[in-house]
């Protein structure tokens, strides 16, 4: 479990790198945060049927078609990791993050075409969206 939230880390990080969201100094420094002035959009699913391949498939489908608007900065699709912690909620299907320079930017995403396509073909599979928003 470990070694997957790192290997998480570690891709979001070099993400961030390439979009140019932090530097790649290879120096950490504490008083400074990684990320600054970046919108982060976090979105969670709960299908309606998650032992479905076939919505599974459309919806993943789905999500990969949203990473391409071009307002997006950098992105993760993931699924839960089970933990018996009580602390994490692993009761979702899918995680989606995607990583905006501006809240304007944000704003133009939420009524682009693809995303509106996105809500259009794939809001019947999801009984279930939370979406936490959040900036420094």
Known sequence: MMENRRNFVMKIAAGMAATGFMSVS?????????????FVHHVFFWLKEPGNSEARTQFEKGLQALITVPQIRSSHIGAPVESPREVVDDSFTYSYMAFFESKEDQVIYQTHPIHLKFIEDCQHLWEKVIVYDAMD
């Open 26 to 38: 290879g120096k950490a420094n504490a008083s400074e945060p990684l990320l600054k002035n970046i």
